[in-house]
């Protein structure tokens, strides 16, 4: 059973840049969500996607968007990226929509913003 | 939404002691409540979750306990090693629908002394 899988591990942007994280789901598993991490804090809901289609999304702006594949793989892009979106971007997958399935985590991409 | 909280937020034990980490929640319909372990350049790990129609529930040196009157629920690892060291995250969600997401506390630094 392949895990979840995140590239970049890493990434350096500069202001107003836009970025584009890259997730691949757990085998089996149709629902994919992504969540920022910040330096000492727990990961934030950024949104979720299931059967390729948005099924929620938390407090972050517009600039933030993303996809699903008819494979279940999933993309993060951030325009205009600022200074506060410095941090551990992280993506689960689970299988089934909503928050009250087990999540199971990438290692993360870590973005830096100069 | 859902609001959750955890203390302490640092923990330190000797080597064979046992652990205890509490959370507390603030939206009585949330009925998931999963346990989280991540080390240092890893994604958040799943080690353990409850359903509100559980008390207790145990997986060798890791169990957790529920009380919904009270609205938190608890950690609890005995004969800790030193491989326990790492964040702990509980987190919550509400059943299935437009707000059921995990929220996240923010973390919990155990340290288990040899």
């Known amino acids: 059973e392949t895990g979840v899988t995140q590239s970049p591990t890493h990434l350096i942007k500069t202001r107003g840049q836009q970025v584009t994280l890259r997730c691949s789901s757990q085998?089996?598993?149709?629902?994919v969500s992504w969540y920022q991490q910040a330096l000492g804090q727990g990961p934030q809901f950024i949104f979720q996607y299931y059967r390729e289609e948005e099924n929620g999304r938390g407090n972050f702006p517009p600039r933030f968007s993303g996809l699903q594949f008819p494979n279940y793989s999933s993309e993060l892009n951030v325009n205009a990226l600022e200074l506060d979106d410095s941090a551990l971007y992280l993506c689960?997958?689970?299988?089934?929509?909503?928050?009250?399935?087990?999540?199971?985590f990438g290692d993360g991409t870590r973005l830096s913003i100069l | 939404g859902e609001n959750v909280e955890q203390h302490p937020s640092t923990l330190s034990v000797q080597e064979g002691d046992s652990a205890v980490i509490k959370c507390t929640y603030s939206?009585?319909?949330?009925?998931?409540f999963p346990w989280y372990k991540q080390e240092l350049g890893k994604g958040p790990q799943l080690i353990i979750d409850?359903?509100?129609?559980?008390g207790e529930k145990k997986d060798q040196r890791i169990a957790v306990t529920l009380n919904k009157t009270a609205k938190h629920f608890s950690l609890h690892i005995t004969e800790t090693q030193p491989e326990d060291s790492a964040v702990y995250f509980c987190?919550?969600?509400?059943?299935?629908?437009?707000?059921?997401?995990?929220?996240f506390g923010k973390g919990i630094t155990l340290s288990v002394r040899p």
């Open positions: 689960a997958s689970s299988l089934g929509k909503g928050g009250n399935q087990p999540q199971h």
């Open positions: 939206d009585s319909a949330s009925n998931y």
């Open positions: 409850i359903r509100s129609n559980v």
């Open positions: 085998s089996g598993h149709n629902t």
């Open positions: 987190a919550a969600s509400l059943p299935t629908g437009a707000n059921s997401k995990l929220t």
